[in-house]
């Protein structure tokens, strides 16, 4: 569930391709995630399209 709220965000036309802050700091206003930073630069990591 956290990697396909991350992806999400991540893809979406508003935040899409925001980088590693950006992600983080929008997560963080509604979600606590443990381990979010980690989460997200292994997502933005094993990014094709950046």
Not at 23 to 30: A, E, G, H, T
């Amino acid at each position: 569930m956290r990697l396909d709220l991350i992806k999400e965000l991540y893809e979406s036309p508003k935040y899409g391709y925001a980088g590693i802050e950006e992600i983080v700091r929008q997560l963080s206003k509604v979600f606590a995630i443990p381990r979010m930073r980690t989460k997200v630069q292994e997502i933005l990591g094993n990014c094709l399209a950046c």
